[in-house]
Nanobody
């Protein structure tokens, strides 16, 4: 099993920045990919950004590209999501996701609220 602990969420003003962190523990070997999803009230959970462990290949949803950056630190078993130029529509619960051997593991979610 893989356990994920998220941190870094909170309340921020429009145009501000936050950095989300997700630390993995447990069966952390042979991780295939790490990513971030988000879910706003009444909406589906959508992929925001992902990064493959086989290299630097990344994916970003169109709504966040050029504003968000996903990165990882293998030594710390941690994936980050740097969020800049935040907009009210970015408000959601953000979930860390790790894929290992074709099985998905999820964090508990961290609330991000963008409001003035």
């Amino acid at each position: 099993q893989v356990q994920l602990v998220e941190s870094g969420g909170g309340l921020v003003q429009p145009g501000g920045s936050l950095r989300l962190s997700c630390a993995a523990s447990g069966s952390i070997f042979r991780l295939d990919a790490m990513g971030w999803y988000r879910q706003a009230p009444g909406k589906e959970r959508d992929l925001v950004a992902a990064i493959r462990n086989s290299g630097y290949s990344t994916f970003y949803a169109n709504s966040v590209k050029d504003r968000f950056t996903i990165s990882r630190d293998h030594a710390k078993n941690t994936v980050y999501l740097q969020m800049n130029s935040l907009k009210p529509e970015d408000t959601a619960v953000y979930y860390c996701n790790v894929e290992r051997r074709k099985i998905n593991y999820w964090g508990q979610g961290t609330q991000v609220t963008v409001s003035s």
